[in-house]
């Protein structure tokens, strides 16, 4: 059995911004919750039920050592399960906290390992579920919605399979924002319709998952160009994130970005250049600058100022951005590869 790396105290747990509801990261004037759905979830992998003692404490080594040697149970024993769910566990919260650094390639590495475990594991269709959630999150974030939807749809019918309610809300919702990117908007209609029945059923879904869900609602109706429903949906979400995290918080920070988009559409543009503005500086301090949601704001922003009229300084700043999210995508293209896990 492949044992996942150490993992240090500081990495437990803050949550993932790569994926808790993914939708689509870094899609301005759409409904976009900085992957708000699969990092709190994953942090909190179901644990172990039985009662009894791990029968076999994780091994662990350092970054950059190589594991292999996969064990083989054509009849597992109970630790053997036990030990394998904890193999699981930390993978992904391995994998989390990569994708939180933006080290998207042992993100996918963790992935893989943690998923390669539970497809061998058929009692874990949840932990398995939420794993194929937050994978499909890292292909969102490394630019490639079409494999994340893949995967995504895969985690949806594992989570109905189980009528877990709270991760087939999460998995429309994010499925809607993926549909709404590709102009499916029939598709996206269906999925978050399906979300908003499922958040009226028991479920566990956090202020993040609602905030998130609320942001697909802003972009629907921005879709349906009824921009005042989704100024009043995007403040919504702004206010669940402000309330769960704080003003400096790259959730809030993207909250104003996306508040400050949709009041540009209504012609507010004082009103929108202050928004976005202030999500910039937010951006900046719990992101930095060469993070591609923050280039993304700045795209957003660059329209604001067009709609000033302060076309040069929009021209700079949009190019200046869109070549530096272009380098962004092609390292990340360089360095990762698709994985067969998400076409099994």
Known sequence: MVNPPQLKNTLSMQQSSVSKSTGDPYAIGQSVPLNVDAGSRLSTFSADKSGETPCASVRTGTRGETYSGHRSYPNPSRCQVAERARHCKAWNILALAYADQESFALAQHAYEQSIHLLERSPNNVKDFAMALDGFGGLYLAMGDPKTAAKIKLKALHLYEKIEDHTGIAIACSD??????????????RKYLEHSLKEELLPNELDSDNLAAISSMQGWLAQVDGDVSLAITRYRASLDLWRKGHGEEHPSTGWGYILLGNAKAEAGDVASARADIELGLDILDRTLGRQNPRY??????????????????????????????????????????????AAFR
Do not use: P, W
Request: proline content about 0%.
């Open 175 to 188: 499925l809607a924002g993926l549909a709404f990117r590709e102009k499916r908007v029939r598709d996206g």
């Open 295 to 340: 280039m993304t704001a700045e795209i957003a922003y660059s329209r604001v100022l067009d709609r000033m009229e302060a076309h040069a300084e929009a021209d700079r700043i949009r190019i200046n951005a869109e070549q530096e999210l272009k380098e962004f995508y092609r390292e990340q293209s360089v360095r990762c590869t698709t994985s067969a």
